[in-house]
């Protein structure tokens, strides 16, 4: 599957963005979907998964209760909105899909990453 994120860019502190990753194919809804993240100098972590066939979404500590994840089986796509945005979400963020039920660490598909800077 490839995957494809957008609507990344530059946001003031306590705004909202919302990222689209579209995924081609016609097994979208097979996968488990998901967000990761890398701010500059940092390993890569995980931010939030929704898994496949209506299963549950979960969230990174530092994210939740500020950011949704969705999915639309019938577009192909996954969304992740961002409220409350703060300067430490500034980073990469890189959509992903995966084989299996529950979004994993490695997952088997990358997107190419979109970036969200939040200013102070």
């Known amino acids: 599957v490839q995957l494809q994120a957008s609507g990344g860019g530059l946001v003031q502190a306590g705004g909202s963005l919302r990222l689209s990753c579209a995924a081609s194919g016609r097994t979208f809804s097979r996968y488990s979907m998901g967000w990761f993240r890398q701010a500059p100098g940092k390993e890569r972590e995980f931010v939030a998964g929704?898994?496949?066939?209506?299963?549950?979404?979960y969230y990174e500590a530092s994210v939740k209760g500020r950011f949704t994840v969705s999915r639309d089986d019938a577009k192909n796509t996954v969304y992740l909105q961002m409220n409350s945005l703060k300067p430490d979400d500034t980073a990469v963020y890189y959509c992903a899909a995966d084989t299996a039920i529950v979004l994993s660490t490695r997952p088997d598909y990358w997107g190419p990453g979109t970036q969200v800077t939040v200013s102070s």
């Open positions: 929704i898994s496949r066939a209506g299963g549950p979404s």
